[in-house]
Each structure stands twice: as C-alpha cells, then as structure tokens.
C-alpha cells in the first residue's frame, strides 16, 4: 500500500465533536482515489494532514513505506514530497505563469528547471501566456497553472481538495478530463476530495466511501 492512514483522527481547538475520527483507508500507487462529503466532513483537514500542515491527534500516516505522522513522529511538509492544489488555487499574485511553476523547482540548476517548466506549460496548454500574471488568466487558466505548479517537481502524492468549485458546469467536464489525462501521462498517485460526486466520478478511478 502506497499511502496508509490508520485510525486518524483531527481536532481544531476546543471542539466537542473531532473533525475526524478513526478514519482508516489506503491507497495503491498510481491510483486516483476520490473521497465525496458535504462541506464541513473534515474533507480538507484531511488533506492537510497527509500534506503535513497539520498534525493528527491520534493514528498514524503511512507515505511510500515511511511513517510520516504519528503520536512521537512528525516529518515536516517540505520532507514529504507532497503536492497540493488548494480550492481557491493558491497562486502568488506577484508572479508570472512561469516564476510560479518554477516555484517548486527551486532545487534545480537552470537550464533543468526551465526545460520542466516548458513541459509543464505546454502540458497545461499555456505555452503563450508564460509571462502573465494571476488576474489576467480565466479560472480555467488559473486551474491550469495551480496543477503544474503542484506536478512540476514530481510529487510522490499529489493531493486535489475542490479543484473545480469555482469553475462553470461546462469549464468543470473540460477540467475534469484534462486532469485525469494528466495524472495518467503523469502515473501520478492521487488522492481527490470534493463534495460533488460527478467530479470525483469523472477523475477517479476508486471512490471511498466511508462515513467520517
């Protein structure tokens, strides 16, 4: 098993009732899992934790064989090897299409982090846009770039939480198959929370649905 989580539970605050509780599940590598739940189901609490953002009050996650979240183990996000793309994209306004995708390629020399950039835009269909910025791109576009930006430095995982929310019907089918295209040139192992269940049907390949 690719990705283990075992008995996870998660509590912010003073909360009488845990956001998550004795979650168990696994996940193959390559696989695209999806997980279906209303708003408010501890959906993104737990991405965050797999992510590393966050620590589990109980249980434990299981990344490629290594332990990474326990009750005396805490590897930090930056040592999971772990992409995320984020409901709201997540984009720094600041920065072209590209310093963006480039962000997460920081460790490469630069001859190497621009040849995965050029891949990761044409991928993206975004070859002529390199230079804009954030506000200048449509949701889709935006979308585009905020996979990339979470493909380009090859994750082990790659963590999806309401990536089309924000789009239109007809742009979300568009998306949905784009994506999925890319996962699978990818072989990328996926794990896709939404609480809309034609999306996950369109993207996943195994749904879980446990209650949590």
């Keep these: 098993m690719f990705l283990e989580v075992r008995e996870l539970s998660f509590g912010y605050g003073n909360m009488l009732i845990p956001s998550l509780r004795g979650l168990s599940f696994g996940i193959e590598k390559g696989e695209i899992v999806g997980i279906v739940g209303p708003s408010g189901s501890g959906k993104s609490t737990l991405l965050r934790l797999i992510a590393g953002f966050e620590r589990p009050l109980e249980g434990s996650i299981v ?14 996000p930056e040592s999971r090897n772990v992409g995320m793309v984020f409901q709201d994209y997540g984009l720094f306004p600041h920065m072209t299409v590209r310093k963006n995708i480039e962000f997460g390629l920081r460790r490469l020399k630069g001859e190497e ?60 089918e568009i998306m949905c198959k784009d994506v999925k295209t890319i996962l699978e040139k990818e072989k990328i192992t996926c794990l896709f929370v939404s609480h809309d269940q034609r999306d996950v049907n369109a993207v996943c390949s195994r749904i879980i649905t446990q209650t949590y």
């Design 63 to 76: 990344l490629d064989g290594i332990t990474v979240a326990a009750k005396d183990v805490y590897v930090p």
């Design 113 to 172: 982090r621009a040849m995965r950039a050029n891949e990761m835009l044409a991928m993206a269909q975004m070859e002529n846009f390199p230079s804009r910025y954030p506000y200048e791109l449509s949701g889709g576009q935006q979308q585009r770039v905020s996979l990339m930006r979470a493909l380009a430095p090859r994750p082990r995982l790659l963590l999806l939480d309401e990536p089309f929310s924000n789009l239109d019907a007809d742009l979300r």
